[in-house]
């Protein structure tokens, strides 16, 4: 099992810390998302400037944000300048934010998103100038408004056909969609006793897109958070926030695909609590409904030795082949450590 981490321009250890030495731990990956503040781009592109072995990706790039050619451009770009150490996640993000942050159409994210990875590498391969119909994107466009000058275009830079897509999803149809184009996924939560809700429907996808169904090229890295302390309540209680955001307050009442995906893991009555209360402006109340059980499931918390017992789960399911990566979120010099000797 590979392991990899999170960063964020705002997280509590200066993110190069942490890179630096994950990257002389061994660690495979560095992932930066974005939502509607930092971008994801800018933090990777930095992290790869100050690095020489480790891989670097963006979990995720939001696909209505950027034409598909921008796409490509910046992971070509990127690919050049590391030495093909780039990784290229993308994802569709949710309504919320594509239509209330970047004020696009949300659309139809599956097929956006078999679109998307399509045309990335129509351009990577270069076999022919750029040409594309599909239902989100026309190119050349030829659509209202169109000045009727587009021609098909070949890109100037050469990238590497090998360049790796990853999605962010987590829903059955999603993960499905994962197995028919992408190299890889980032769920944002994870139980190892549950690997299943993730694979099944990956392997679902690999075999309706005529490919063999197995995972052994197939990089399931899910993000599993971290918290290393004495007290096991209170790295329960730091987890919670975020959790309940997630499942309370990430999506509308009748949209929330981190709360349909709280209930497939068995936690239907707690996530219905959960968004009830955050839904009704009382985040604390739905932060502490967030149930022990769940976040004992998906995450690494309490001593050293709670962790190192709790890892056994994660090493059984990557050896079954169901977990490529593990990758830390929330993580501290002193967790990477941990963990890192527990594992590589």
Not at 166 to 179: D, E, N, Q, V
Not at 184 to 207: N, R, Y
Not at 272 to 295: E, H, M, W
Request: hydrophobic share 40%.
């Amino acid at each position: 099992m590979k392991l990899g981490i999170t960063i964020g321009v705002q997280s509590r250890v200066p993110f190069m810390d942490l890179v630096l030495e994950a990257e002389r731990l061994g660690y495979d990956q560095v992932w930066s998302g974005e939502s509607y503040g930092s971008d994801c781009v800018s933090p990777i592109a930095w992290v790869l400037a100050r690095t020489t072995r480790i891989r670097a990706g963006t979990g995720i790039m939001q696909m209505p944000a950027r034409t598909p050619a921008c796409a490509a451009s910046t992971a070509m770009t990127l690919q050049l300048l590391s030495g093909n150490r780039f990784l290229c996640g993308v994802g569709p993000s949710g309504p919320q934010v594509i239509e209330g942050w970047h004020g696009v159409p949300f659309g139809k994210p599956l097929q956006r998103t078999r679109e998307y990875i399509e045309i990335i590498r129509k351009i990577v391969a270069r076999e022919a100038p750029l040409e594309y119909q599909g239902e989100h994107y026309q190119i050349p466009y030829t659509g209202p408004g169109a000045t009727g000058l587009g021609k098909p275009l070949k890109s100037i830079l050469h990238g590497n056909p090998d360049l790796k897509f990853y999605t962010a999803s987590i829903m059955p149809a999603g993960l499905r969609t994962a197995g028919e184009v992408a190299d890889g996924t980032l769920p944002i939560f994870m139980s190892p006793e549950k690997a299943d809700e993730v694979t099944a429907p990956i392997l679902a996808g690999m075999q309706k897109a005529g490919k063999p169904p197995t995972l052994a090229n197939f990089d399931v890295a899910p993000y599993t958070k971290i918290r290393v302390g004495a007290d096991l309540a209170a790295c329960r209680d730091a987890l919670r926030p975020e959790l309940a955001l997630y499942i309370g307050g990430m999506g509308a009442r009748n949209k929330n695909y981190y709360n349909d995906y709280a209930k497939r893991l068995g936690y239907e009555g707690d996530a219905v609590k959960i968004q009830d209360l955050y839904l009704d402006g009382q985040q604390r109340a739905a932060a502490a409904a967030v149930p022990d059980k769940l976040i004992d499931e998906i995450a690494l918390i309490g001593t050293p030795e709670r962790i190192r017992d709790r890892l056994q789960a994660w090493k059984a399911v990557a050896k079954d082949g169901k977990v490529s990566t593990l990758v830390l979120t929330g993580a501290t010099i002193e967790a990477l450590r941990l963990v890192a000797e527990a594992v590589l």
